[in-house]
């Protein structure tokens, strides 16, 4: 009979404690405001969905939620949109390498964007053609070199 206080016991004192080292849904909410408002959506979001665990029905965390994965959509728009940019500036001073990289950077994160994908179709061709006018020239200078090694 002793024993089977003692192991009784012992589970409660197991059980309770596990209990109480779980976080409520509202702990997982304070946690994920707190990295909302730092600006880490992304570790936000982990934590509303943890009180989504918790609290499947808990408003406040579906509506923290749907905030922080727009504002992760948000953030990588405007990041598509400066590399956009990057690869605009780089077209025009004809530095296609480096645009060519910032239009796909663009596209990774925005493949939707039609306007970048024509851009780097457009840089890809100017680069092909800046190439093909490199090696004619080349080719040029090394024709003339050899008519005047023949004349001498």
Do not use: W
């Amino acid at each position: 009979m002793l024993q089977k206080t003692y192991i009784t016991l012992l589970f409660l004192l197991v059980a309770g404690g596990s209990a109480f080292a779980q976080k409520s849904d509202r702990d997982y909410l304070r946690s994920g405001n707190k990295l909302y408002n730092d600006s880490l959506f992304v570790k936000a979001e982990v934590d509303y969905r943890k009180a989504l665990e918790v609290n499947p029905k808990s408003t406040d965390a579906m509506f923290n939620l749907g905030n922080s994965l727009l504002m992760q959509q948000k953030a990588k728009d405007k990041l598509a949109q400066i590399y956009h940019n990057m690869g605009v500036i780089l077209q025009a001073s004809k530095q296609y390498p480096q645009c060519i990289e910032a239009y796909k950077e663009s596209l990774r994160n925005n493949p939707k964007d039609n306007e970048t994908r024509y851009n780097l179709a457009l840089a890809q061709k100017l680069l092909k053609d800046q190439q093909q006018n490199q090696q004619n020239q080349n080719q040029n200078k090394d024709q003339k070199q050899d008519q005047k090694d023949e004349q001498k």
